[in-house]
């Protein structure tokens, strides 16, 4: 049930392990995240074949969730590797992304929170993410669930054919994470 502000209730969604039953929903909010401009710098829509390679590298340790609503998923997050190097191990990237018609509804919020969860089980200390500047809602949302802004990448990347910054932020997990 939905509350009149338009927030989610907790009995109306629930967030679950991603199948791969789940993919063909998961690419189509992936590609409006990309049509929209203010969320990747991916340009090129994701194909079903570009989804299942994602996928598979995303069994054991890098978690991937989806917001379910009324039996529909309408948003997931997704733990991703950082680095390849060994002394990065307990480190995940980020990515979390939205159905346009549940944006700001309280959804990235539940689905940052059982991503954590699951970051914690898979010994990760710490959640890093890149962030467009001007993603207003994004950076809203990650505030809100405590990460801080470490520091910006100028024209680090090309977005409709300009350079644009691209904003750092972490969140570190457990107990001094907690405390912060």
């Known amino acids: 049930m939905e509350e009149k502000t338009g ?7 629930s967030i679950r392990p991603a ?5 063909e ?18 340009s090129a829509p994701k194909t079903s074949g570009d989804m299942l390679a994602w996928f598979e590298e995303h069994r054991g340790r890098y978690a991937v969730r989806v917001a379910e609503k009324g039996g529909e998923v309408v948003g997931w997050a997704s733990l991703n590797r950082y ?8 480190v995940a990237d980020l990515s979390v992304y939205i159905a346009r018609t549940e944006r700001g509804t309280g959804v990235g919020t ?6 954590e969860r699951a970051a ?12 467009l500047p001007f993603n207003a809602a994004g950076r809203k949302l990650y505030r809100k669930a405590g990460y801080r802004e470490v520091g910006t990448f100028e024209q680090q990347g ?6 644009v910054d691209v904003m750092i932020m972490e969140k570190l997990l457990g107990e001094r994470g907690a405390a912060e």
């Open 83 to 90: 680095a390849q190097r060994c002394a990065y191990d307990g």
């Open 25 to 42: 929903t998961i690419r189509d909010i992936y590609n409006q995240g990309i049509e929209d401009g203010f969320a990747t710098l991916e």
């Open 120 to 131: 914690l089980e898979q010994d990760f200390h710490k959640i890093v993410l890149l962030a």
């Open 19 to 23: 199948q791969a039953r789940d993919l």
């Open 110 to 115: 539940r689905l940052l929170e059982q991503l």
């Open 7 to 13: 927030i989610l209730s907790s009995s109306s969604l």
């Open 158 to 163: 090309m977005l409709n054919g300009r350079r």
